[in-house]
């Protein structure tokens, strides 16, 4: 307190000093001296939050005149000549040459901002003033905690960002993955647009499509500009979707199973056999799964096709907190690769040459069928005998398919034995006529 006292009684005396001083030089020297004048307007200044800024004044035949600092909106003077008389520790006063006075203001405050005067005490008194504007870059306000919301399909959100900064700044939302923000103005209005403008964006009905990250863009045209990332989680229950309900394929091949999920909250998915038994990955059974968006899912089962067991109703199951779905393929099986492949060339050695070696089984197999035939042949033509016979005999009982085959073959054998011994008795008619006709 007494320290106080004393600072502002010496700032008291000190002033009355200065100003007494002035006065008395000023009538002293006023005859000789030509009037003091301003070199140039003082320049107005803008300047962001926590910069410096500078007055400059220029002043011509200052003589025993000082200048002065004066806050032209409280009247307030801040320094007077190469003095502050303010207690704000932010200001300092230059003056550099004969000319130039200059009001140094450090880490600029809001409160700073106002009309600045430059005054010479000269009688008329002299001023100039310039005006600073202190300009703040905006600042989101985070009143709303997380940036993170949760909303059932179907329902509404607010998504608020309010801002401050000077200018007011101007708050745009725009979608993070660039799609367009849909507005729904009334209950059949809507309206896509890439930005949205206004502190609040609002969600009427909100769908799964506008589940994503949405970004609000704070700008004022002081750098920087701020954003904050809000992102919007839609809930609902998974739904199933299966483009090839009835897959199918030979035993012994790999046939692949899909099914598309659509879910949020993410959800566990699986399959099981139509008993409910839950399928685990291992030789017979490979899945995968891929994210085709945030709430999308592609879910792929391979599976070998080992035995007619493996025919049947194939579930794929999803389930997450908010319920679960089903989807159900069914599968069967055609015959084997290899069996397809004999059945249609016709092999009389199915049961010993086997599907192991196919290759050996095709050299025997064309030599056997030659042989086949042309014992079939004669066996037609002549009392039937040797091991083709039975063998074909042994085909007939089989397998009906090829028993149909060897039926076909041997039509067509008799057909040709029915010929041949013609053509015969023809040769030898014609021999035995010739020989005949050269005899006589
Ligand atoms: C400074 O700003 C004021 C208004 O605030 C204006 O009247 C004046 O002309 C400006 N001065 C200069 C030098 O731009
Ligand atoms: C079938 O899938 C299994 C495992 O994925 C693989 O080892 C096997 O080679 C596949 N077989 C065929 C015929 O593609
Ligand atoms: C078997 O027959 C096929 C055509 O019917 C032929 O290309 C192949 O050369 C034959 N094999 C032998 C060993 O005769």
Redesign the pocket.
Known sequence: MVVDMTTASFFLLALLHILTGIDGQHHHNNANMPAPSFGS????ITVINGRDASFTCVVLNIGPHRVAWIKADDKGILAMHDRVLTNNARLSVMHSDLHTWTLHIRDVHRSDRGVYMCQINSDPMLSQT??LEVVVPPDILNEEGGGEVLIPEGGMARLSCKAKGFPQPRVTWRREDGQDIVIRSGALQKQKVPIFEGEVLTFHKITRSEMGAYLCIASNNVPPSVSRRIVVNVHFYPIIQVHNQLVGGPLGSNITLDCMVEASPKPINYWARESGEIIIPNDKYRMEEFDVNTYTTRLRLHLKLSSNADEGGYKCCSKNSIGDSEGTITVYATKRVEEEKSLGRWSDHDEEGGAEEPDSVDDSDNTSLEVTTTHFTLGRVTPPAGPSSRRANNNNIQSPTQNKMSIIRSSGSIAQTAVRPQSYYLVAIIYFFSLIVTLL
């Open positions: 307007t003082m320049e107005n310039a005006s």
